[in-house]
């Protein structure tokens, strides 16, 4: 499954940003206290001049925070499907399939039983 959701990510394209009309052509900084930008601003009527979001830069941090800690799970995924399986017996993964081996005996053990 992680091999699947690797290669889907691997090979999926970027989605693309299409303009909307009348948005603003580029992100502006805004700071309480001070006054925005005059590209923002028509001086006419002292109203916005296009479309846009004001985020809090907090909000933006955490986007960019999980988005770095995304690239790094993909990262983790790739070494860990490229790492060769030498020894079931003595590992992490041996040790979970022990488990589910035992795991399953002992349902159908139970089944058995309980029938």
């Known amino acids: 499954m992680p091999a ?12 693309s940003r299409l ?8 992100a502006t900084p805004l700071a309480a206290g001070l006054e925005p930008p005059e590209d923002l601003i028509d001086p006419a009527t002292f109203t916005i001049t296009c479309d846009a979001i004001a985020v809090p ?3 933006v941090a955490h986007l960019l925070a999980v988005n ?7 990262l983790h995924i790739e070494t860990l499907e490229s790492a060769p399986i030498t020894d079931l017996g003595n590992g ?13 005996g002992v ?9």
């Open 19 to 26: 303009p909307l009309a009348g948005e603003c052509a580029s």
């Open 57 to 59: 830069s907090s909000q």
């Open 107 to 115: 349902g159908v053990a139970a089944a058995l039983v309980l029938r």
């Open 92 to 104: 992490s993964r041996g040790q979970w399939l022990q488990g589910a081996a035992i795991g399953f």
């Open 4 to 15: 699947i959701l690797a290669a889907l990510l691997a090979f999926a394209p970027l989605p």
């Open 68 to 74: 770095a800690w995304s690239d790094g799970a993909a």
